[in-house]
């Protein structure tokens, strides 16, 4: 079993920064592949990064790509995304999943393969 709580959420302006960190419980952090999902008032939960057990393979949405960059710390068991350059319509509740992988090289985009969820926390970027 793996427990996940997200942290670093916030108000923000249009432009700015921040990073969400995702801190996982148990000793096996390393064998998880692991994703951040939001959701937007009034809209469906949609697939935001991806990282596999191997910190190096890494996935993103296309609304995100060259502004947001997935990382973990296996050491530390956490995964960061780091949100650049925050736009109005970034605003959202984001959530980390985990997904127990037996490949190193193993992420995914679908919601349904993931087996453990955060509790969400909370992004609001103003215009």
């Known amino acids: 079993q793996v427990q996940l709580v997200e942290s670093g959420g916030g108000l923000v302006q249009a432009g700015g920064s921040l990073r969400l960190s995702c801190a996982a419980s148990?000793?096996?952090?390393?064998?998880?592949?692991m994703g951040w999902f939001r959701q937007a008032p009034g809209k469906e939960r949609e697939f935001v990064a991806a990282?596999?057990?191997?910190?190096?393979?890494?996935n993103y949405a296309d609304s995100v790509k060259g502004r947001f960059t997935i990382s973990r710390d296996n050491a530390k068991n956490t995964v960061y995304l780091q949100m650049n350059s925050l736009k109005p319509e970034d605003t959202a509740v984001y959530y980390c999943?985990?997904?127990?992988?037996?490949?190193?090289?193993?992420?995914?985009?679908?919601?349904?393969?993931?087996?453990?969820w955060g509790q969400g926390t909370q992004v609001t970027v103003s215009s």
């Open positions: 148990g000793r096996t952090f390393s064998s998880y592949a």
């Open positions: 999943a985990a997904k127990y992988s037996s490949s190193y090289a193993y992420l995914t985009q679908i919601e349904d393969d993931y087996n453990y």
């Open positions: 990282i596999s057990r191997s910190p190096s393979i890494t």
